[in-house]
């Protein structure tokens, strides 16, 4: 630390709290570290304010709060940032050396929620037609038609996993093919009815062709060898195992084939509260999101035509 800057007063204290936290608290010498560089922030802005550590308001800290975040600093950063802090200040309470602690109720921004991974068309529809000519036909129809159905009706992979074989009084979902229509319970067991497009209804008739061959009574649409409903858990792994073997860079998982679809659909039609419906989204809110990835779509298609989009370097 600065002692041209920082009180041997709030220097003490500095010290005397990291000797607390490595022989009392036992924290590991990385952690102990990361809490110096903490406290190294904290005086120095304490000392740029012209106040001593034990007189910090709630103000002070939320200006140092505003200054970082104004900075670039992210919100993740901030939050390990005034974790230490509050440690600290929780510290001096136990010592009687405050009266309050000065961040006790101040929090980060809120960081932005990360964007939802999707394929380009292109990885979508490489996906879509790979075939595995060294797999089992049996596996290889069936993995298809997941493939399809992911990505042709949005489905999350609980509503995969749900749709039996044909409609029943007991079914969660089913596939009615003569109204092109895949029927599927969602979150807060809400029913919905998505349309079938005609490479996932092809892929689900090919698969129901041989899933014959495993004569058992199981109503699940789709099964392993045994004859047992798949779960979400086998989904994943075999989504991800075909991405691989289909040549894409990322390994995929169900849940980017949903973001896909909604995404692609959004770019083609521009209908948002469509998208909300195919979804499943009781708030619009949900769907909005995928407006900001068809902006970056719009966004790298400018930048990539326009004469005037180039930057220099």
């Known amino acids: 630390m600065d002692g041209a800057s920082v009180s041997p007063e709030d220097a003490a204290l500095v010290e005397k709290y990291l000797e607390h936290v490595r022989v009392q608290k036992r924290l590991?010498?990385?952690?102990?570290?990361l809490y110096s560089l903490d406290m190294e922030k904290l005086t120095a802005n304490a000392a740029k304010a012209g106040v001593g550590l034990?007189?910090?308001q709630n103000t002070h800290v939320r200006r140092w709060v505003a200054q970082m975040h104004a900075g670039g600093r992210?919100?993740?950063g901030i939050a390990l940032i005034l974790s230490g802090w509050r440690g600290f200040y929780t510290w001096l309470g136990r010592e009687g050396r405050v009266a309050s602690n000065p961040v006790l109720d101040v929090r980060a921004p809120k960081a932005p929620k990360p964007l939802p991974k999707a394929l380009s068309v292109d990885d979508a529809v490489q996906l879509a037609?790979?075939?595995?000519?060294?797999a089992d036909p049996w596996v290889?129809?069936?993995d298809n038609a997941i493939v399809e159905l992911l990505y042709g009706c949005g489905l999350r992979v609980g509503e995969l996993v749900g749709l039996d074989a044909q409609a029943s009084v007991a079914a969660k979902g089913w596939l009615d093919f003569d109204a092109g229509e895949?029927?599927?319970l969602g979150k807060g067991s809400k029913q919905r009815i998505v349309p079938l497009g005609r490479k996932a209804d092809e892929a689900v008739r090919a698969w129901l062709a041989v899933?014959?061959?495993?004569a058992l009574p199981q109503p699940a649409l789709f099964i392993d060898p045994r004859g047992r409903r798949l779960s979400a858990q086998t989904i994943w792994r075999r989504v991800r195992l075909r991405s691989l073997r289909a040549g894409l860079a990322t390994p995929v998982h169900p849940h980017m084939l949903r973001h896909s679809f909604a995404s692609h659909v959004l770019q083609s039609s521009g209908d948002l509260r469509a998208v909300q419906e195919l979804l499943g989204h009781a708030n619009i809110g949900t769907t909005q999101v995928?407006?900001?990835l068809d902006f970056q779509h719009l966004a790298k298609a400018y930048d990539a035509a326009h004469p005037r989009a180039h930057r220099k370097k």
């Not at 037609?129 to 060294?134: G, L, N, Q, S």
């Not at 899933?211 to 495993?214: N, W």
């Open 211 to 214: 899933r014959a061959e495993v």
């Open 74 to 76: 992210s919100a993740r």
């Open 290 to 292: 995928y407006t900001r």
């Open 140 to 142: 290889e129809a069936r």
């Open 28 to 33: 590991a010498a990385r952690t102990v570290t």
């Open 129 to 134: 037609e790979f075939e595995d000519a060294d």
């Open 182 to 184: 895949a029927h599927v």
């Open 54 to 56: 034990t007189r910090v």
